[in-house]
């Protein structure tokens, strides 16, 4: 199957789909909204279905298998912000606080689009590492906290990153994917099987509607793209497909499949709304919101639902042959 055939594929995923009826629906005006409370059910699910899911996977290596990616996504998650930070300040002439801000979310990972990841390589029946949601665990920490030194350092401030680090320890992503990964690792595939109706099959359902939700939160913030500037839109765009090559290349260097790279990819390129936005207001409180959140939400993640993932499946194909 070609590139493009991926993309339409992708594009015509139910996901997808669901994503733009959301945004559609908020572009009209529409009174369509989940019940309160919904997208935490849903994002709660979704995150411990994948880390029940990798943590069994993860019973059935070896230490040796694992030991170069993590090792490679440890470092590629401390090069992220750095990179992110330094363009911010010089091309964007930003701040140290919003350049630290925006460096947070860029080199933190979105845990969502690494689902939507998944769910394409599935579509397309290509394989991949069954310990990925150990990628995303290790990549969302590392990511966080050499963002929010950078920022305290240049600024001169010494407050702030005692309970941004908890927060960031503590956070619902990282709880649930690591807690999961524990629990499946422990239950292994026999207990796995007594939870499996309810984890894997309503799986694609579930998602649809966060993706739903996904797409009224993302047509909010693209009203805010005409006040950030054009830095902030072609960092949304380019940022991605830049790290995005580097995350596939890293794959490639630490031994993952083709579908191990392009996962790598996609977390390299996706930026947080989950994590880095909750650690960011306990360090950063004067830190811009429209700035990072509209990068990351409005601009970068609709990208790489749309085009991104297939992006990255793609230059891993070529990387590989």
């Known amino acids: ?19 733009a009826l959301g945004a559609i629906a908020r572009f009209l005006k529409s009174d369509l909204s989940l019940p309160k409370g919904a997208y935490q ?16 996977a993860l019973s059935k290596v070896s230490i040796a298998e694992i030991v170069l990616p993590l ?13 992110i930070f330094f363009v911010c300040r010089g091309l964007g002439r930003l701040d140290a606080v919003n350049s630290s801000a925006i460096a947070a979310h860029y080199g933190s990972v ?12 599935d579509g397309i029946s290509a394989s991949y590492e069954g310990f990925a949601p150990a990628l ?15 920022g305290h350092r240049v600024a001169g401030r010494s407050s702030g990153m005692k309970d941004a680090l908890h927060e960031i320890i503590t956070g619902k992503s990282i709880i649930l994917l690591a807690g999961g990964m524990i629990v499946g690792f422990a239950t292994g595939a026999k207990g796995y099987g007594l939870v499996e109706p309810f984890f894997v099959q309503p799986f694609q359902g579930a998602l649809c509607l ?20 054009a830095f902030i839109v072609g960092l949304g765009v380019l940022a991605p497909l830049l790290l995005g090559a580097l995350g596939v290349f890293t794959g490639m260097a630490v031994g993952l499949s083709v579908g191990g790279a392009a ?20 360090a950063l409180p004067e830190a811009n919101p429209s700035l990072y959140l509209t990068a990351a939400v409005g601009i970068t993640f609709p990208f ?17 042959r």
């Open 136 to 150: 995303v665990a290790i990549m969302e920490i590392p990511g966080i906290v050499v963002a929010l030194l950078l």
């Open 41 to 56: 059910v849903l994002a709660i699910y979704l995150l411990l279905a994948i880390g029940l899911k990798g943590g069994v």
């Open 263 to 282: 996962i790598l990819g996609t977390l390299a390129a996706s930026a947080s709304y989950i994590a880095a936005p909750a650690a960011v207001r306990v």
């Open 210 to 229: 966060f993706m739903l939700d996904m797409g009224l939160l993302a047509a909010d913030r693209l009203s805010e793209v005409r006040k950030v500037g």
């Open 110 to 121: 979105s845990a969502v689009t690494f689902i939507a990841c998944l769910t394409f390589l």
């Open 71 to 83: 090792v490679g996504t440890v470092v590629l998650g401390s090069l992220i912000p750095v990179v």
């Open 304 to 320: 790489n639902l749309a085009l991104g993932i297939p992006i990255y499946h793609a230059i891993s194909v070529a990387l590989h």
């Open 1 to 19: 199957m070609g590139s493009l055939e991926l993309v339409q594929q992708n594009l015509t995923s139910p996901m997808v789909l669901c994503f």
